[in-house]
Structures are given as structure tokens and as C-alpha cells.
């Protein structure tokens, strides 16, 4: 059985284009006019992704599973 599809992110009001995402994931962020975006925003299970939500410094990162919506990231 596949592993879900997990749906990434960025809160705009929150992101201040700290990059850090970018650091850590740069397959599955960039950030452009200040502000980070998802490239994917639906992606496959990728560690990288979950690091990137934990370490962004404003929290704006949610990762959750798709169809359950289950927050996998930021642990709360």
C-alpha cells in the first residue's frame, strides 16, 4: 500500500522569507517576492518537508496528510 500524499503550506501572513525552508528543502520550497511557496503543494512523504515546517522560525509551515487532513507538522 502507497503511503498518503501529504498537502504543504505557507501561511503568507506569517512567512517572513526567512529562507530557512529553502535551506532544508529546496526541492519543495523557494521563496520569491519575500515570501516562501510551496512547489509542490501536494507532495510525496519526504522528511526534508517535516524539518523544513519544524525549523521555520515564524511556524507559517503546516504539513498535513491529504484526505485525513492530520497535522504531521509543526508537532504542536
Known amino acids: ?18 529562507g530557512v525552508c529553502v535551506a532544508v528543502a529546496a ?3 523557494a521563496v520569491r517576492e519575500r515570501r516562501s511557496r510551496a512547489l509542490h503543494p501536494l507532495t ?8 523544513a515546517a519544524e525549523t521555520c522560525p515564524m511556524e ?11 497535522l504531521l507538522a509543526p508537532v504542536e
Do not use: N
Open 1 to 18: 500500500m502507497a503511503e498518503p500524499r501529504w498537502e504543504v503550506t505557507v501561511d503568507p501572513g506569517r512567512c517572513v522569507g526567512s
Open 27 to 29: 526541492a519543495h520550497f
Open 44 to 51: 510525496d512523504p519526504d522528511d526534508k518537508v517535516l524539518d
Open 60 to 70: 507559517a509551515i503546516r504539513v498535513r496528510e491529504a484526505g485525513s487532513g492530520t
